[in-house]
């Protein structure tokens, strides 16, 4: 219940372009780690939850009230990233629209690491990715891959799935 108020809440006007969007989506992505269960064998499981971004940083201050929080019992560390190949050693890949060039290499690159892939653009479910967030009415949301995430064994919380705009099987 606590995930449903907290997300619908997310999902209200977003008046402020921009960095307000921006906000919302990186409170999703903080509930994206705490909603998704990597396998205990993953590579990625550290002391640590490691949320990457790959490209320009369309956040701003605003991840900085994700990092240092708890998900699972685990501290969040924020990385930006240079290469797709940095992104194996992520649990959340937030992959910026100024990647969308070299989009289908860097999915490629994390195919069969226990990567959560994480846009904001058209397309990216479609493509490979795992979850999309998309803006329609001045409102955040998201779309879900639940072919791509279950690949590489990631389970998404039932309660996630049923706030998703769409879930592609």
Not at 51 to 78: H, W
Not at 102 to 127: H, P, S, W
């Amino acid at each position: 219940m606590l995930l449903v108020g907290l997300l619908v809440g997310l999902t209200g006007p977003v008046r402020a372009a921009g960095s307000a969007e921006y906000q919302v989506k990186a409170a999703f992505l903080y509930n994206f780690l705490k909603f998704v269960e990597w396998p205990s064998d993953s590579t990625t499981s550290s002391g640590s939850l490691t949320l990457g971004i790959l490209g320009k940083d369309p956040f701003g201050e605003a991840i900085e009230e994700v990092r240092g929080k708890t998900a699972k019992g685990r501290r969040i560390a924020v990385v930006h990233l240079r290469t797709p190949e940095e992104a194996r050693d992520c649990d959340l890949l937030f992959i910026s629209a100024s990647e969308r060039g070299r989009l289908a290499q860097i999915l490629k690159t994390v195919q069969n690491y226990r990567v959560l892939t994480v846009a904001d653009q058209e397309g990216f479910c479609q493509a490979g990715g795992m979850i999309n967030l998309v803006s329609v009415k001045n409102r955040v949301g998201f779309e879900v891959n639940m072919a791509a995430a279950t690949r590489v064994r990631l389970r998404i919380s039932s309660q996630l799935l049923k706030l998703a705009r769409q879930v592609l099987e």
